[in-house]
């Protein structure tokens, strides 16, 4: 078995060849919550690629093709393994180094205080609910997932991916998404082209949406006011599929918004088109950035 460690990739924005089209490449960034590229200079049909033991999404890039994974934001710093198994039977491997980031803290004051600490009804909910999230985060299609995505709406970016969150002063989960503000009934578009897998009211996430683009890769838009698609509808990128709403846990209305691969949330930033690197360095660390039009 044949293994190496992968070099640092081009992340500048290039074009596919032949019958593919054109489509950006995802930012790389190897820290929790960030993304590892893996550029597959041996790709023959067939290939299969996996990232900890956990297959993960392949998509075609210039010449070649790339493999994307998630890193979770629970990730220590250290080495973590792709591994390429071909279908000829050749297995290759290669590692990647993450390393540490440190995410700031967000303090809320939620009025309803149920939505804090539920009672024995809401914790019943909340884990048929959780069994139904967990399910359309294991989905994977065969579909060559497009990875080139854009903003499902327009506004301020009222929170940032992975900071620690303290709702009434009491520490919970970091968040999973990117949160934009924006006035209640604004339309909400489909970030990219896929197929409705799961939607509903769910206790604190609202009127929610999981769109499946292939491979693993889903995108999720939660607390909307009217969910305007149900599951099993062909969606092309840029249709409506819901409006802005303050549904569920929230201190106003925003759209959640969220990206899962191989199974793991990572920061949505990285996946969305930017107008330059200044924003985009930008956008990771402040809390009141507007997407570009």
């Known amino acids: 078995m044949y293994s190496h460690y992968i070099n640092r990739f081009c992340l500048t924005i290039l074009l596919f060849i032949g019958s593919h089209s054109v489509q950006a490449l995802p930012e790389q960034a190897l820290v929790p919550g960030g993304i590892a590229l893996l550029k597959l200079t041996s790709y023959t049909d067939g290939t299969k690629v996996f990232f900890n033991n956990r297959r993960i999404a392949v998509f075609p890039y210039k010449k070649t093709w790339v493999a994307m994974a998630g890193i979770g934001l629970s990730s220590k710093p250290g080495d973590y393994e792709f591994s390429i198994r071909r279908a000829d039977g050749l297995n290759l491997n290669t590692k990647v180094t993450v390393k540490h980031k440190k995410y700031a803290e967000q303090h809320l004051t939620i009025k309803n205080k149920r939505k804090v600490n539920p009672n024995k009804t809401d914790s019943k909910r909340i884990t048929t609910e959780s069994k139904r999230k967990q399910n359309a985060k294991k989905r994977f299609s065969e579909t060559t997932p497009n990875v080139d995505f854009i903003w499902p709406v327009n506004g301020r ?39 409705v897998i799961e939607s509903g009211d769910f206790f604190f996430s609202g009127n929610m949406i999981y769109l499946d ?60 088109p930017r107008g330059g690197n200044s924003f985009n360095k930008q956008a990771t660390n402040e809390i009141s950035k507007k997407p570009p039009n």
């Open 157 to 195: 970016i009222s929170s940032i991916f992975g900071l620690r969150r303290f709702f009434n002063e009491q520490e919970r989960r970091p968040h999973s998404g990117l949160d934009i503000a924006a006035k209640e009934g604004t339309p909400i578009k489909a970030a990219a082209s896929g197929t």
């Open 213 to 272: 683009h292939g491979q693993g890769v889903i995108s999720l838009y939660a607390h909307l006011n009217k969910i305007l698609v149900k599951p099993g509808d062909a969606i092309n990128q840029g249709d409506i599929i819901g409006e802005v709403g303050q549904t569920g846990r929230v201190t106003g209305p925003h759209l959640h918004f969220a990206i899962i691969t191989n199974q793991t949330l990572i920061d949505p930033i990285l996946m969305l």
